[in-house]
Every structure is written in structure tokens, then in C-alpha cells.
């Protein structure tokens, strides 16, 4: 099994510095993306998780030596020159997981409070106290990216223990009770690619127990056949049930 907290506590010593009272971290590139319309991109180094189907595996989420240090008013800035050049209204970081030192993302959602900020993130490191720190930010939309629909599909795609997807529910559950607008300020993803209906229903009842609106509003994922996560699940062992190519076209269905 793979430990999430190990993980979290190479990425904090490998690739989170302090100088100065400022919150550092690497990052490994920035760019303008297609995704929800158009947003401005940051890809962070380093996770705390090891998804079987990651995009990001080879460049940042897997990787601790890679990238530059920055601290949160250079990446600002560096979101802000793409929003403003693209016209886009949104800005978010991606490519790991940023609420590794959660200090630094929050400066950065401040530093840029004209935008909506994205936070993509898989829950797992949110407590009830980052949950209200979240919340009390208006410019803040949290996506919580669940892996798989239950707990056993979380462990095959992680191979991580089953009680970190409770965790991912359970960050619902306080971003929620701090005041976030389910389906507005905070909604859930869900990796679904390795799914079954039965398993999907199971899911949608676990999100309705939180609160009777997140069923509605569940952003579903779905496996991207780039070679390189082809090679990642071969290696893993993983196969798929629903896919898409990287134009979106799917893949296949079994």
C-alpha cells in the first residue's frame, strides 16, 4: 500500500521551502488551458496521492525534483499576465496537489481576487480549519476529485487505504458546513473511469447523505488514453471500463 501522509511529507521536504516568512513551492510550467472555458494554468510539483491514471505522472504529480521555486506572488502574477492576455475569467493550479502548504495556495487566492479561482484538489488534506479558510474566500470554487466511487475502486486506483476516501467525502461534508454553496462554491468530480452503475449509484447515495444537491452536480472523469497513462495503468495493471482519446472521442465501453 501506498501511505498518502509519506507522500505528503516527501513533497514538504523536497519541494516546499520557507525563506523569509514566504511559502515556496515548484512548479513546473504555466499555460492558458481549454478547460471550463478557458482558464489560466499553474502546474505544481508533487501530490500526495499516486493515481493510477494520472495525467500528470511524469512531469509534477509523481515528481519532486522537477520545476522552479516560486513564491505566491510570482505565480500570481505569472496567472494573472495569461487571464488577462486570454480574456479569461478563471485562473487555477494544477497538475499536483495544491493544498500541500496550504499557506501558499491562499496567498495566491487572495493575491488574485478578481478572478474565480479553481481549486482543484483531492480533499484529502481538508480540515474543518482550511475548510473555513476555503470558505471565507469569494473568489474561492473548490473541486473535490474523488477516486473512484467507492472504496474499493479508490484502492485500485490509488493503492492507497479505503479511509482516505472517506476523507474525500468527509471534505465535502466541512467545506459544506463552513458555508460553501454546494454546485456553486464546491461541488464534487469523480474519476468514474473504472466504475460499474452499481458502484456510480452507490456513490450518487454517499453524496446525497452529505447533502441531497451534490448528486446533481458531479463533474465526471474519465480516463484520457495519452500514451503516457497508458503506460502508467499497464504498469499498474489497471484497465479501464470507460475511456476517451485525448480529442474526446470515446474509447471504448465493457
Not at 6 to 28: C, D
Not at 59 to 71: I, K, R
Not at 154 to 177: C, D, N
Request: with cysteine.
Amino acid at each position: 500500500m501506498i501511505d498518502p501522509e509519506r507522500l505528503l511529507q516527501l513533497v514538504l521536504e523536497h519541494a516546499v521551502k520557507i525563506e523569509g516568512g514566504v511559502v515556496y513551492r515548484k512548479y513546473k510550467r504555466f499555460r492558458a488551458d481549454r478547460w471550463y472555458g478557458g482558464i489560466a494554468t499553474a502546474d505544481v510539483v508533487g501530490c500526495n496521492l499516486r493515481c493510477g491514471m494520472c495525467w500528470a505522472w511524469r512531469n509534477t504529480s509523481f515528481v519532486l525534483t522537477a520545476g522552479a521555486w516560486m513564491a505566491p506572488h510570482e505565480v500570481a502574477a505569472r496567472l494573472r499576465e495569461i487571464a488577462k492576455s486570454k480574456g479569461f475569467q478563471q485562473v487555477r493550479i494544477s497538475g499536483g496537489e495544491p493544498l500541500i502548504a496550504p499557506e501558499h495556495l491562499l496567498e495566491v487566492i487572495d493575491l488574485l481576487s478578481e478572478y474565480t479561482f479553481v481549486v482543484e484538489t483531492n480533499g484529502v488534506l481538508i480540515n474543518r480549519n482550511l475548510a473555513k479558510e476555503l470558505a471565507s474566500r469569494p473568489n474561492a470554487v473548490v473541486r473535490v476529485s474523488i477516486k473512484g466511487a467507492t472504496p474499493e475502486e479508490f484502492v485500485k486506483i490509488t493503492m492507497s487505504p479505503s479511509f482516505y476516501f472517506y476523507r474525500q467525502l468527509e471534505a465535502l461534508r466541512l467545506l459544506i458546513e463552513s458555508g460553501m454553496r454546494p454546485c456553486r462554491d464546491v461541488y464534487p468530480a469523480a474519476m468514474l473511469g473504472f466504475s460499474t452503475e452499481d458502484s456510480e449509484r452507490r456513490l450518487a447515495k454517499a453524496l446525497g447523505e452529505i447533502h441531497p444537491k451534490l448528486p446533481e452536480c458531479i463533474d465526471v472523469e474519465y480516463v484520457i488514453l495519452y500514451p503516457h497513462v497508458v503506460k502508467l495503468m499497464s504498469a499498474r495493471g489497471l484497465k479501464p471500463t470507460r475511456a476517451v482519446t485525448p480529442s474526446g472521442v470515446p474509447a471504448f465501453m465493457i
